[in-house]
């Protein structure tokens, strides 16, 4: 499934739509699934026509989350630093 954000709860929302009481190995088989936008079945793939590689892709997400990742240890770090500052003011305040 490819899941996307439903754009109303009356007629788009998977789970407001779908009964999984009484689903059981006997009757699954024969349970039919809605065919939303919010939940989209990825297309088959054949010989004819091959999985499409996102290579293009791949490799701007690298290079936007390299720095995003490297941003977020540098705050906690900062964060952690100032908690031992702080933790340390305290300590000899109270001495």
């Known amino acids: 499934m490819v899941w996307r954000e439903p754009q109303n709860h009356f007629d788009d929302c998977y789970f ?3 009964n999984i009481n009484g689903i059981n ?3 699954r ?3 039919t699934y809605p065919d939303l936008v919010s ?3 990825p297309d088959p793939h054949s ?3 091959p999985i499409q590689r996102l290579t293009s892709y791949q490799s701007s997400v ?3 989350i390299v720095p995003l990742i ?7 770090v900062k964060v952690i630093l100032r908690g031992c ?6 300590s000899t305040r109270m001495s």
Not at 70 to 76: E, G, P, Q, S
């Open 85 to 90: 500052h702080e933790f340390l003011n305290v």
């Open 39 to 41: 939940a989209r079945r």
């Open 16 to 18: 407001c739509l779908v």
């Open 70 to 76: 490297t941003l977020l240890i540098l705050m906690k």
């Open 47 to 49: 010989e004819l026509e």
């Open 62 to 64: 690298r290079t936007s």
């Open 25 to 27: 190995r006997n009757n």
């Open 29 to 31: 088989s024969k349970w």
